[in-house]
Nanobody, 123 residues
Framework: QVQLVESGGGSVQSGGSLRLSCAAS????????MGWFRQAPGKEREGVAA???????SYADSVKGRFTISQDNAKKTLYLQMNSLKPEDTAVYYC?????????????????WGQGTQVTVSS
């Protein structure tokens, strides 16, 4: 049974930084994708960043140059470093995983989900 547990959310001012973590258990990193998604109130869940087990990454245009996704295979932990945060980044952030090597940012493609962590950016 795959379990994903996010941590690291919080409240920051515009321009600040946060690092989200996602601890995975019951999970193997071979030929898998892991991703970060977010959902703001009244909006659809959107893909933020994804990383394949071989290391290739993809980002939403809205976060390119500000967010960095990474993973520590030994610790089975996924990270999202978020810099230059903006109020529009405010959302619940979810960690997700799926099998495969082509890691698209489409929520429907992901099988396992964490419970989410709140990120609030004030102006």
């Amino acid at each position: 049974q795959v379990q994903l547990v996010e941590s690291g959310g919080g409240s920051v001012q515009s321009g600040g930084s946060l690092r989200l973590s996602c601890a995975a258990s019951g999970y193997t990193y071979n030929n898998n994708c892991m991703g970060w998604f977010r959902q703001a109130p009244g909006k659809e869940r959107e893909g933020v960043a994804a990383i394949a087990s071989h290391g290739s990454t993809s980002y939403a245009d809205s976060v390119k140059g500000r967010f960095t996704i990474s993973q520590d295979n030994a610790k089975k932990t996924l990270y999202l470093q978020m810099n230059s945060l903006k109020p529009e980044d405010t959302a619940v952030y979810y960690c997700a995983s799926r099998s495969g090597v082509y890691c698209v940012l489409r929520a429907l493609d992901y099988t396992y989900w964490g419970q989410g962590t709140q990120v609030t950016v004030s102006s």
